[in-house]
């Protein structure tokens, strides 16, 4: 027997209250017999003109729509506040969790059956699968696709370019004219980042968990394929609704190690782990830090893509996208897992085939032996990470000494004075950029070398922080220390001078200062005096867990479920 659809708790109603649910609806045009047994599916658009990689969702609406009419069901589109990761300061990660209740709260307030997600930029696809997990209602994701590869003279370019272009303006090998050009050619085609930064890597990441159609993650944002991925995702919700396929029907255990292992095989952003956890409390799934390094562990990069790469997102599209690259894994996924439509991951990878082994190497060739994230620990830290496909292979067993930043502003004031006492072989540690300590955990993490290292041709050194880094950075850079400076963590500690050993292939991160010594410290640690007093920065410095958790509001773990016990008319 088909389950009762839940917007006829709303539209189904008789008498005053039903008139009201129906007749301010009808103001759109919107004929009676819609209302009478029609799945309802949301559209959970992220699009904003200050968004602009997800500028062109209207367009892809209208796509979804049409999937959704074609199904017979009822397209309502509904707007969420939309992070877009260049524009929005201090950082959008500030806003990843109220976005999710925002989201939570619009679909299970709403007489809504099934929704599509509406993903792009960074935090708009943690954030709306976070906020639909803990409502569980038959939801799919549309993800907006990768720009075109950018072009600057006559040479691929990708936003990862923006380090090194900064980097060759400060040493004097590019002019700021120059620069104005390569601006001007980066972003040449509406979509998000072209490169595995965190944006592709959350396409890939939820086309891996099963909660996208094959293919989502990598068709280019201009190829019209995206539009009629879109409308296929719009007829499927509906028929979604109608099977009662929930998220907690796909975000099975098994499903998140499949996504972390896919993950380390493309060279996914350090900044997959953070969501992934956060979108496992949401499920309920016990998902351990620890689990990032025991999945990606033997497991080799496949992708030869930026940042860890050479090629972009088109590129992995062109080859077989996504699905080919999990074809030549598929041995080591868990592939009776269950995606959105229906079928099994196993049968979703029947026609996966590689087209192009430049962008997609073999488990026995990989294009790098290093991938996935190492989870390191110690006395600096219960967790934090490093991308190794990313890092110098010198610089994996290293100990120096530290130069230490109390916070970004600090580091901006001093990281290029001629006097600051520091080599090559020096460890950066930047405090209070962590969860609580910045707020929101910014991506200062691959902070940039110091001028003077720059021009005798350094070009890495370890950096360690309680922050994050962009997707597309890279460089030896340690990340998410926790517990963080503002926790009072070991980085909190930690002085000028100190000698610290990063040990990779150990997985341990410590700070060479004997016990004594750093218990004296921690006694001398001043409390910081409470910076925000109102608002919702403050409910986040209360609220937020470290980021080896996964960053979330220790309230908003684990799901409300869709009912809503009261009604006002
Ligand atoms: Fe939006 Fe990179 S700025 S994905």
Do not use: W
């Given at each position: 027997m088909e389950k009762k659809l839940r917007s006829q708790q709303w539209f189904g109603k008789k008498g005053k209250d039903g008139f009201i649910y129906r007749a301010w609806m009808k103001n759109q045009g919107i004929p009676d017999d819609e209302f009478r047994g029609k799945p309802v599916i949301g559209i959970c658009n992220t699009w904003s003109e200050l968004t602009p990689c997800n500028a062109h969702f209207r367009e892809l609406a209208e796509s979804v729509k049409r999937g959704i009419l074609q199904a017979g069901g009822l397209p309502v589109e509904f707007p969420v506040m939309s992070l877009g990761e260049t524009l929005i300061k201090p950082t959008a990660m500030l806003y990843r969790n109220l976005v999710s209740m925002d989201v939570e709260e619009s679909i299970r307030a709403n007489p809504i059956d099934g929704v599509v997600l509406m993903c792009g930029c960074d935090k708009t696809t943690p954030s709306l699968v976070m906020g639909a997990c803990s409502v569980n209602i038959p939801a799919i994701v549309v993800?907006?696709?990768?720009?075109?590869?950018?072009?600057?003279?006559?040479?691929?370019?990708g936003t990862s370019d923006i380090w090194r272009?900064?980097?060759?303006?400060?040493?004097?090998?590019?002019?700021?004219?120059?620069?104005?050009?390569?601006?001007?050619g980066m972003c040449r085609s509406r979509g998000h980042c072209a490169v595995m930064g965190t944006a592709s890597s959350m396409a890939c990441m939820v086309e891996s968990l099963g909660l996208s159609l094959p293919e989502n993650a990598a068709i280019p944002a201009a190829d019209s394929n995206r539009k009629v991925l879109a409308q296929f995702s719009g007829r499927r919700i509906v028929e979604m609704v109608k099977e009662d396929l929930k998220p907690s029907d796909i975000l099975t255990r098994e499903a998140f190690e499949n996504a972390i292992k896919i993950n380390a095989v493309i060279g996914g952003s350090t900044n997959f782990v953070i969501h992934l956890l956060a979108i496992a409390g949401r499920v309920g799934v016990d998902l351990h830090i620890s689990d990032f390094d025991r999945y990606s562990r033997n497991l080799p990069l496949l992708a030869n893509l930026q940042p860890s790469g050479e090629y972009f997102m088109e590129d992995l599209y062109y080859s077989g996208g996504l699905p080919a690259v999990m074809k030549e894994i598929e041995t080591r996924l868990n592939t009776g897992c269950i995606a959105v439509n229906g079928r099994t991951i196993g049968e979703n990878l029947h026609k996966a085939k590689v087209l192009n082994r430049k962008v997609i190497a073999t488990l026995e060739d990989p294009f790098k032996l290093d991938s996935g994230v190492a989870?390191?620990?110690?006395?600096?830290?219960?967790?934090?990470?490093i991308k190794p496909s990313a890092a110098d292979?010198?610089?994996?067993?290293?100990?120096?000494?530290?130069?230490?930043?109390?916070?970004i502003e600090d580091y901006k004031i001093r990281i290029d004075d001629p006097e600051l006492d520091i080599d090559e072989n020096s460890i950066m540690v930047l405090k209070n950029v962590g969860p609580k300590g910045y707020p929101g955990m910014p991506e200062v993490g691959n902070m940039g070398l110091p001028k003077k290292l720059l021009d005798k041709g350094v070009t890495d050194m370890i950096r360690i922080s309680d922050g994050r880094m962009s997707g597309t950075g890279f460089g030896t850079v340690v990340l998410h220390i926790s517990p963080e400076a503002a926790e009072n963590g070991t980085i909190a500690l930690v002085k000028d001078g100190d000698l610290i050993a990063l040990d990779v292939p150990n997985r341990t991160l410590n700070l060479l200062v004997d016990d004594e010594e750093l218990s004296k410290r921690r006694a001398a640690l001043v409390k910081q005096p409470e910076v925000f007093k109102r608002g919702y920065a403050k409910l986040y410095v209360q609220h937020v867990e470290q980021a080896n958790l996964g960053a979330d509001f220790d309230f908003l773990k684990g799901s409300s479920g869709s009912e809503v016990l009261r009604d006002s008319h």
């Open positions: 993800s907006g696709g990768a720009m075109l590869t950018g072009k600057y003279e006559g040479r691929d370019i272009f900064s980097e060759n303006v400060r040493s004097g090998i590019m002019t700021e004219e120059e620069l104005n050009l390569a601006e001007a989870v390191l620990k110690g006395n600096l830290c219960e967790g934090g990470i292979p010198r610089l994996m067993q290293h100990t120096g000494k530290a130069v230490v930043f109390e916070n």
